[in-house]
């Protein structure tokens, strides 16, 4: 259990578009996710919560204009980079809460997303 | 954004050698988490520690919640080369940030054969 996706697991854009990333609970329902985003060789920072039913709630600093979520369902959570920049490049990941094996609820992790905008 | 502090930054053994990393962070957390990143990939969860001096194995992997709710340790044993990786250790506060995750800096483990 508590297996999180997202997709896609890389995509390469032009300067000035937008891309949406998908993060998808696969086998439990998440009320809440949460997206991360992580430069090379360094850690977690978080970027907003994703709320479904109701707006996101984004962390000091990140631009909710720039990077708009929606939580369509109980298993969907979006993520979109509007109007993207080269310095928006940066490895994108999801979280979920769910429990699986030995674990109580906890946090899981998606694969990421690899955005390189050009 | 706050991150904990966690030691070593890197770590370079030979297989089979003990491995021990920490982390403290100056204010309380609600429960510790230990991740294990591979280059490319998401964190996988490795040990959920959820109560102040609670003790928790899996497998070759130990893992330490302080006393005090500020800090703790991983302990890889014998180690083999599919350890290699980056090792988290994140921190989760309960009330209106529950699920809201504070990561370390990550110790990169390199497993000589």
């Known amino acids: 259990g508590a297996v999180v996706s997202q997709h896609p697991s890389w995509v390469i854009c032009k300067s000035g578009t937008s891309v949406k990333i998908e993060c998808r609970s696969l086998?439990?329902?998440?009320?809440?996710m949460f997206w991360y985003r992580q430069f090379p060789k360094k850690s977690l920072m978080l970027m907003a919560t994703s709320n479904e039913g109701s707006k996101a709630t984004y962390e000091q600093g990140v631009e909710k204009d720039k990077f708009l979520i929606n939580h369509a369902s109980l298993t969907l959570s979006t993520l979109t980079v509007t109007s993207a920049h080269p310095e928006d490049s940066s490895f994108y990941i999801c979280?979920?809460?769910?429990?699986?094996?030995?674990?109580?609820?906890?946090?899981?992790f998606g694969p990421g997303t690899r955005l390189l905008v050009l | 954004g706050q991150q904990l502090n966690q030691s070593p930054q890197s770590m370079f053994i030979q297989e089979g050698e003990d491995v021990s990393m920490n982390c403290t962070s100056s204010?309380?957390?609600?429960?510790w988490l230990w991740y294990k990143q591979d280059p490319g990939e998401g964190p996988v969860l490795l040990i959920a520690l959820y109560k102040a001096g609670e003790l928790t194995s899996n497998g070759r992997l130990t893992a330490q919640f302080g006393i005090t709710r500020k800090d703790s340790f991983l302990n890889i044993s014998a180690s083999i080369p599919s350890d290699v990786g980056i090792y988290f250790c994140?921190?989760?506060?309960?009330?209106?940030?529950?699920?809201?995750?504070?990561f370390g800096q990550g110790t990169i483990l390199t497993v000589h054969p």
């Open positions: 086998d439990f329902q998440a009320t809440t």
């Open positions: 979280s979920a809460p769910g429990t699986s094996g030995m674990f109580r609820e906890t946090q899981y």
């Open positions: 994140a921190g989760q506060r309960g009330g209106t940030s529950y699920g809201k995750l504070t």
């Open positions: 204010s309380i957390f609600n429960t």
